[in-house]
């Protein structure tokens, strides 16, 4: 297969064209030869692959799957997953948030084949944290992209600002500046997630 390669918004992302669209299994065998990178599949079939975290960055995507892990395996009504994880999405891409979560009694009705894989069920919730060289827009875009598709709840993390942004299907963002913590509503009412380890 010939690849062919340009940057891509944001600005350390590069897109690879395939001449072909990948199947789920060859997507699935590529990120598994090329595990140094994070790499989503966007609707048109190009592949994103996204440089790594640095390490304030890192610290703070261990920190939040972390505490929405811990908070999940308490509560008991669904998953957490962590930014490894790559989900096929109705409208055709997989993407990979940096933390999600997924009701028990959906994720339990797949077939454990669909479950080794690249899933084919979008997130009841998922969390998205701005890096240094994530451009804001291309970020808020994904946000909308992740209720286009199924997801109830979604916030955007924004450490540089200090902000908050809480997505719901059918309404406009709530913008919290410089939250103490963050009480999450929907299917995962229940969850809060204390700023302080993320903002610093």
């Not at 993390?157 to 500046?177: A, C, M, N, Q, T």
Request: aromatic share 10%; net charge negative.
């Amino acid at each position: 297969m010939t690849m062919n390669y340009a940057l891509a918004e944001p600005e350390h992302t590069v897109r690879i064209r395939p001449d072909y669209p990948m199947s789920d299994e060859e997507l699935m065998r590529f990120c598994e030869d090329n595990d140094i990178a994070r790499i989503e599949r966007d609707t048109n079939g190009e592949l994103l692959l996204m440089s790594a975290a640095g390490n304030r960055t890192g610290r703070a995507y261990f920190y939040v799957s972390q505490m929405l892990g811990n908070w999940a395996d308490s509560d008991g009504r669904g998953y957490g997953f962590d930014s490894s994880t790559g989900f096929t999405l109705p409208d055709g891409s997989m993407r990979m948030p940096d933390a999600s979560w997924v009701e028990a009694k959906r994720w339990d009705a797949m077939s454990g084949a669909d479950q080794d894989r690249f899933s084919p069920i979008c997130p009841n919730f998922v969390i998205e944290l701005r890096s240094k060289s994530d451009r804001l827009k291309t970020l808020q875009a994904k946000m909308a992209m992740w209720l286009a598709n199924g997801t109830e709840v979604a916030w955007l993390i924004d450490p540089e600002r200090k902000v908050v942004e809480i997505y719901r299907p059918g309404e406009s963002p709530e913008v919290l500046h410089e939250p103490s913590s963050v009480q999450a509503t929907g299917p995962v009412a229940g969850f809060e997630l204390v700023m302080a380890r993320v903002w610093r």
